[in-house]
């Protein structure tokens, strides 16, 4: 499967985007979706998840009550609504695809596809 990420930009503190990854294949819905995201000098981290396993929805707790995961299968696209921003959200976006169904999904290893990345700028 290939991920296309868009949705990013330059934001005020306080401000909202909606990111979007548009994915390929007619499988998708089969995919445990994630969302990570990296600042400079810093790790991939892990933002939100809808895995394969249930319909949940997952939250890093930095993001918790401000940001919300979305996926459509009919258009094979996930989002992440980003509300409330803060400048220490800034950081390349990155959509990913699990399609093996590890249970640690807010591990990085843990999916098989990554989209190109989107940067989020959030200025104070």
């Known amino acids: 499967v290939q991920l296309q990420a868009s949705g990013g930009g330059l934001v005020q503190a306080g401000g909202s985007l909606r990111l979007s990854c548009v994915a390929s294949?007619?499988?998708?819905?089969?995919?445990?979706m994630g969302w990570f995201r990296q600042a400079p000098g810093k790790e991939r981290e892990f933002v939100a998840a809808?895995?394969?396993?249930?319909?949940?929805?997952y939250y890093a707790d930095s993001v918790k009550g401000r940001f919300t995961a979305s996926r459509d299968n009919a258009k094979n696209t996930v989002y992440l609504q980003m509300n409330s921003l803060k400048p220490e959200d800034t950081a390349v976006y990155y959509c990913?695809?699990?399609?093996?169904?590890?249970?640690?999904?807010?591990?990085?290893?843990?999916?098989?596809?990554w989209g190109q990345g989107t940067q989020v700028t959030v200025s104070s």
């Open positions: 990913a695809a699990d399609w093996r169904g590890i249970a640690e999904i807010t591990l990085p290893l843990s999916y098989d596809y």
């Open positions: 294949g007619r499988t998708f819905r089969s995919y445990g």
């Open positions: 809808m895995p394969r396993r249930d319909s949940s929805t």
